[in-house]
């Protein structure tokens, strides 16, 4: 089976072909979440620390994403037919946040557990995801962040999200919500997933994860 | 802090630096003197989120980072460390009592954890 190193590598060497074979491969014994919190997520992280470490340029770093974008959107489950019982939810990332890729995952996770997703994409502004939440009333609105110095924003979002009339669930995850500072966000009222497992586990259960950071103090 | 207060800290700490150390001109040139204001401005950036948070923490993490990333581009710890001791001085006639000390302190401890590990480093 494939490292995360290993496809890092495919990723960096934009070999779109042999990155989807190996994926593909990988998806024959594990499901969708495997394959995230299992192998993209710790290449992408291997991809981020190569950069921190001048091993690699913006310009790979940039290659590396758009071929992991790419394996993403083809193994994404699409295509059937979309009913009006099915819950739904709205996709996001603040204003200022570029990072998209864990909002694809989350995205195609939902969808494999039968959700209807409407994917906003990064950076999107605050009035304009107010607008669109009013006008779909999503029964969930997941929102992720990956630098720490989101969370004021985040935070503003999610009181902003509460206010809403329909009262949809507010979800925050990235790297910014593995952070003990993030949990001010519950405060606020989000529940907050560090990782995939814990979104599958609420997605399945209604079961909010363990407020660790409340229970350690 | 004011957007505009806190560009103006960015560039003055940018200039202090370049006319503290004009050998940086030759290193790193007109892209490095916009490169320290931009970074100077994250400083900023991750010193309010900190203090909004209350939480030194943040700005702590954020050092390691920046160590991390600007060494291995050949800016030197004791360049980092010379850099937040400038925005201490600059921060002083500037910003509100309550936030500025918690900012300094924040730096404080940062110039100290750069120190300490520059001295594993055998710097």
């Given at each position: 089976?494939?490292?995360?190193?290993?496809?890092?590598?495919?990723?960096?060497?934009?070999?779109?072909?042999?990155?989807?074979?190996?994926?593909?491969?990988?998806?024959?014994?594990?499901?969708?979440?495997?394959?995230?919190?299992?192998?993209?997520?710790?290449?992408?992280?291997?991809?981020?620390?190569?950069?921190?470490?001048?091993?690699?340029?913006?310009?790979?770093?940039?290659?590396?994403?758009?071929?992991?974008?790419?394996?993403?959107?083809?193994?994404?489950?699409?295509?059937?037919?979309?009913?009006?019982?099915?819950?739904?939810?709205?996709?996001?990332?603040?204003?200022?946040?570029?990072?998209?890729?864990?909002?694809?995952?989350?995205?195609?996770?939902?969808?494999?557990?039968?959700?209807?997703?409407?994917?906003?994409?990064?950076?999107?502004p605050l009035d304009h995801a107010i607008k669109a939440a009013n006008r779909w009333q999503p029964d969930t609105i997941a929102l992720s962040a990956a630098l720490v110095y989101r969370l004021p924003t985040l935070k503003a979002y999610i009181k902003s999200f509460k206010e809403l009339a329909h009262a949809p669930a507010i979800i925050v995850g990235g790297r910014a919500a593995a952070f003990e500072s993030s949990r001010i966000l519950i405060d606020e009222g989000a529940i907050l997933v560090k990782d995939l497992e814990q979104l599958e586990h609420w997605i399945k259960t209604g079961e909010e994860p363990d407020d660790e950071y409340r229970i350690s103090i | 802090m004011k957007q505009d207060l806190k560009k103006q800290i960015a560039k003055s700490t940018a200039i202090q630096i370049y006319e503290a150390y004009p050998t940086l001109w030759d290193r790193f040139g007109e892209r490095g003197f916009d490169h320290t204001e931009k970074d100077n401005m994250h400083h900023l950036d991750h010193l309010e989120t900190a203090y909004g948070l209350n939480d030194r923490q943040v700005f702590l993490e954020y050092t390691l980072w920046l160590e991390k990333v600007l060494t291995s581009r050949n800016v030197e710890s004791d360049l980092i460390i010379d850099n937040f001791e400038r925005l201490i001085g600059l921060l002083d006639?500037?910003?509100?009592?309550?936030?500025?000390?918690?900012?300094?302190?924040?730096?404080?401890?940062?110039?100290?954890?750069?120190?300490?590990?520059?001295?594993k480093k055998g710097g």
């Open positions: 089976m494939i490292q995360p190193t290993e496809l890092a590598e495919l990723f960096l060497q934009g070999n779109d072909r042999e990155a989807l074979v190996q994926v593909q491969q990988f998806l024959d014994s594990h499901n969708r979440k495997k394959l995230f919190d299992q192998l993209l997520t710790p290449a992408m992280y291997h991809i981020g620390e190569l950069w921190e470490t001048n091993t690699i340029s913006v310009a790979d770093e940039h290659l590396a994403t758009a071929i992991c974008d790419f394996v993403v959107s083809i193994i994404d489950k699409r295509g059937e037919e979309t009913h009006s019982s099915k819950r739904k939810v709205m996709v996001l990332g603040p204003e200022g946040e570029e990072h998209y890729i864990g909002l694809k995952m989350v995205s195609s996770l939902f969808r494999e557990n039968d959700w209807v997703v409407h994917y906003l994409g990064p950076n999107m | 006639a500037e910003v509100e009592l309550k936030e500025r000390e918690f900012m300094q302190q924040c730096l404080q401890e940062a110039i100290d954890l750069l120190k300490g590990s520059n001295l």
